[in-house]
């Protein structure tokens, strides 16, 4: 993750650097840009955008659930705390140079009070994805580790589902304990997620009413 952590580092310096001193790296809130330039920029932006909202909506609505539902429980666990962190690291990285594209294309001096919203909406959605890296995904899988550990004390953990921790909780405080503080961190996971994604589904919207079909 170190690798990850220095990357992000930069590339949100460098998103930072392009929204409030554009002229730096050659964007022009006063004359015409470079047709190969300007179209390069807008690819990237386009490709950066799609590819996080593709996994955001996969993630968030398809595929988590589909595993929850057919793996036991403990294997679907091991399996998101290796998915996550390359999950939110990869939408953060492609949040990151949404938000250097778009801020080149439209330097804060020159843009739109819309094209200033949008990128509030990048830049949170950038944020939020961060929020989950670095804070609640090492949190929840060090919650889901222990709890691992007191379940298979109790022979559960290989089904379905989570009827067998609901019935061992009720007689197990510890247990009840570790499932109530795993559901607190695991939902503020879930609404930082979320929350990235209605970002960017705001800015899908403002995409969609820019194109000409």
């Known amino acids: 993750m170190a690798w990850i952590t220095r990357f992000l580092t930069a590339v949100a310096f460098l998103a930072v650097g392009v929204i409030f001193s554009p002229d730096t790296f050659g964007s022009k809130s006063d004359g015409p840009y470079s047709p190969n330039l300007s179209t390069f920029i807008k690819l990237a932006h386009l490709l950066s955008f799609a590819t996080a909202w593709g996994a955001a909506l996969w993630v968030t609505f ?106 061992a909780a009720k007689t197990n405080p510890k247990l009840a304990a570790m499932n109530k503080k795993f559901g607190m961190i695991h939902g503020l996971s879930s609404l930082a997620n979320i929350m990235s994604f209605g970002s960017l589904a705001m800015h899908s919207w403002y995409l969609a009413g820019m194109l000409n079909l």
Request: proline share 4%.
């Open 62 to 167: 398809i595929g988590g659930i589909i595993m929850f539902k057919n793996l036991p429980r403990h294997q679907f666990g091991n399996l998101q705390s290796k998915m996550f962190p390359a999950y939110f690291s990869m939408v953060g990285v492609c949040c990151a140079i949404a938000v250097a594209a778009f801020g080149y294309l439209h330097p804060w001096k020159s843009a739109t009070k819309a094209e200033k919203y949008q990128l509030g909406f990048l830049v949170s959605a950038f944020a939020f994805n961060l929020t989950n890296l670095f804070v609640f995904t090492p949190m929840t899988v060090e919650m889901m580790k222990h709890r691992h550990k007191v379940e298979k004390e109790q022979n559960i953990g290989d089904e379905i589902g989570w009827s067998k921790n609901q019935e």
